[in-house]
């Protein structure tokens, strides 16, 4: 099983709102990361959470904020949101502890941001 | 500057035939690759991954090549199935760091199968 599920499916939110985006893995693996895509670009990192801890940390915006409640789940909340803000939210995990990690994504969160 | 690139954004092919899509990095330091592929509003699907002490990796119709002389490394795909219409990513990492070997992505190509 390399399953990775993401809720909401879709999100609209205005510049105001607070919102949560959330990941859920049950395959045992110890890192978890978020990544921003937008149409007909490849995927960009935002952040990586290696057994709980944020180890990467790509410059982000401090809008978006992240959260690893323990080694299955992973959120990320979101804050005063500018429109170039809306994109495809990915979700992805991997073991953790190999010497070649391979990433499994989930379906995504389609966020518009108005 | 991209270390990894997919210099063709789109590949048409007929059904049955094979799909050659082609990947070159610029980072000799890259060691782990891997291949996703992406349905629209979707997250990539994990297709085949292979590592820099193999030249060729094959999982069913789907094979991957690489060339470390070259920097380059090719996907193939055959017979291709009008499913298998989608884009495609080549990923690029550096092995061991764990959970830090971040990937570097092409920009992808668009993989079309006529029926």
């Known amino acids: 099983d390399t399953e990775v599920t993401q809720t909401p499916k879709h999100l609209v939110m205005g510049m105001t709102n607070k919102k949560s985006l959330k990941c859920e893995q049950h395959m045992g693996h110890r890192a978890m990361y978020w990544y921003k895509q937008k149409a007909k670009k490849p995927p960009e990192l935002m952040f990586v959470y290696s057994y709980e801890k944020l180890s990467i940390n790509e410059s982000v915006p401090s809008r978006f904020s992240p959260e690893c409640p323990n080694s299955s789940l992973l959120n990320l909340h979101l804050h005063a949101l500018q429109p170039e803000d809306s994109a495809l939210y990915l979700c992805a995990s991997s073991q953790g502890d190999r010497d070649m990690e391979t990433q499994y994504f989930g379906p995504g969160t389609r966020l518009l941001v108005l | 500057d991209q270390q990894v690139k997919q210099n063709s954004p789109s590949l048409s092919v007929q059904e049955g035939r094979i799909s050659i899509l082609n990947c070159d990095y610029t980072?000799?330091?890259?060691?782990?690759f891997l291949w996703y592929k992406k349905y629209p509003a979707e997250g990539p699907t994990f297709l085949i991954s292979i590592s820099s002490i193999k030249d060729k990796n094959e999982d069913g119709r789907f094979t991957v090549f690489l060339n470390k002389s070259a920097k380059h490394l090719s996907l193939h795909i055959v017979p291709s199935q009008p499913g298998d219409s989608a884009v495609y990513f080549c990923?690029?990492?550096?092995?061991?760091?764990?959970?830090?070997?971040?990937?570097?992505f092409g920009k992808g190509i668009t993989l079309s199968v006529r029926p």
């Open positions: 980072n000799s330091m890259f060691d782990y």
């Open positions: 990923a690029a990492s550096l092995s061991g760091d764990g959970a830090n070997s971040k990937l570097t």
